[in-house]
Each structure stands twice: as structure tokens, then as C-alpha cells.
């Protein structure tokens, strides 16, 4: 079985500051995880992913997000916030095997806000 | 290359009716997802299918919904005799590799149950 836990519902920044955006997993496997985001009635954009490659890994609009192992983690995070960065982020961690093969379970969301 | 498409992209319906929501996938993936994002909550997996089989239905309801993905023609997901509960955004995913690649979402279907 796998989860994820996103351990803050909202976040918000100011223009220019940087954005931290928690995530837990749980897996019994090496996990596949991904950020996505989505804009107030869109789709989801995938923002970045793990795949057992480099634990550091780039994203789209200069996000980022850390791999760690030892603390079942995989933050997201930006060094500085854009007006047109508020969105709701998913963290999702995907099945490796059996009838389950794909499927992407995903985190409650994380609200960002960003303040002028 | 188009992306996932989903239509309509909104939808009403009065409860009791039909609801029938389309997804065609990029053009060469063969495997569909749906997922259901209820009003505040995240996304929730539905089913998976591949050309003409259902994988894996664990996250459908057991009554009222089916889904389907015939040969020819988009991936359709059926809800009959819809309640005031069944209004979400369902999302249509699709992958050339689900394993290996990630999966493209489209738009969603906003489904409002009146």
C-alpha cells in the first residue's frame, strides 16, 4: 500500500520569498513521485518527478523537490514566489506493480496563496 | 500532438438522469485513468482501463457507475440515476506507459447534480 501526507492544507507567502510545499510518503517499494499543480477550475499540471534517478530534481517555472529517503520525504519548493504561482498542489506518488500497475494516489492538496 | 480530451466540460444534470463523460487519450497512449475530485478534497482514483479491458475498478462505486474503453472511440464514463452526491470534477488521465511515464491529465468534466 502506499500514501502521501501533505502536511500543511494552506500555505502563504509574499511575492519574492520562498515557497515550501510539505510532503510525506509511505510505500513498500522505491517510490515513483510527482508534483502536480492545478489552477482554480483546470486540469493538473505536472510540475516535477522522482523516478529513482538524481534525488534532486528540476521542474517547471523554477520549482524543485528533494528525494530524502531517510525522512520518507519529498518537498517542493521555489526560491522566489510569483503572483501567478497561487494554485492548489498535489504531491502523488504512483503504483509500481500488480492490478494497480500506474495508479496515482494523491496527497489532500496544499493551497498556495501569494500575497503582493 | 493534442492533449487528453474531456468533454463536456460542464455538465448538468437533474438527479435520476444519465450522466456520460468522454475522454479521448493522446494520441498513442493506451492506458486511461479516471479520477474523481470531490468539493474539497483531492483527487481519488477510479478506474483503469486498456483498449477493451477494465485493470482495475477498485476505486468505483459498486452501484450506478461504469466505465468503458472500446476498441474505436474515446474511453466513456457512465453514472446512472445520478444523485446531488455525484457532483465532482471527474479527470481523464492518460499514459503511452503508466510504469515508466507519467500520466497526462485533461481538463476534467465538471458534473453538477441539481
Known amino acids: 500500500a502506499q500514501s502521501v501526507t501533505q502536511l500543511d492544507s494552506h500555505v502563504s507567502v509574499s511575492e519574492g520569498t520562498p515557497v515550501l510545499l510539505r510532503c510525506n510518503y509511505s510505500s513498500s517499494y522505491s517510490p515513483s513521485l510527482f508534483w502536480y499543480v492545478q489552477h482554480p477550475n483546470k486540469g493538473l499540471q505536472l510540475l516535477l518527478k522522482y523516478t529513482s534517478a538524481a534525488t534532486l530534481v528540476k521542474g517547471i517555472n523554477g520549482f524543485e523537490a528533494e528525494f530524502k529517503k531517510s525522512e520518507t520525504s519529498f518537498h517542493l519548493t521555489k526560491p522566489s514566489a510569483h503572483m501567478s504561482d497561487a494554485a492548489e498542489y498535489f504531491c502523488v506518488v504512483r503504483a509500481a506493480g500488480g492490478t494497480s500497475y500506474g495508479k496515482l494516489t494523491f496527497g489532500q492538496g496544499t493551497i498556495l496563496t501569494v500575497h503582493p | 500532438n493534442a492533449g487528453v480530451m474531456q468533454n463536456p466540460r460542464h455538465l448538468v444534470r437533474r438527479r435520476g438522469q444519465e450522466a456520460r463523460l468522454r475522454c479521448s487519450p493522446m494520441?498513442?497512449?493506451?492506458?486511461v485513468y479516471w479520477y474523481r475530485q470531490l468539493p474539497e478534497e483531492g483527487l481519488k482514483f477510479m478506474v483503469y482501463l486498456q483498449k477493451e479491458n477494465i485493470i482495475d475498478e477498485s476505486g468505483m462505486p459498486k452501484e450506478r457507475f461504469s466505465a468503458e474503453f472500446p476498441k474505436e472511440g474515446p474511453s466513456i464514463l457512465r453514472i446512472q440515476q445520478v444523485v446531488r452526491g455525484d457532483s465532482a470534477a471527474y479527470f481523464c488521465?492518460?499514459?503511452?506507459?503508466?510504469?515508466?511515464?507519467?500520466?497526462?491529465f485533461g481538463p476534467g468534466t465538471r458534473l453538477t447534480v441539481t
Open positions: 494520441k498513442g497512449h493506451s492506458h
Open positions: 488521465a492518460s499514459s503511452l506507459d503508466p510504469g515508466s511515464y507519467e500520466q497526462y
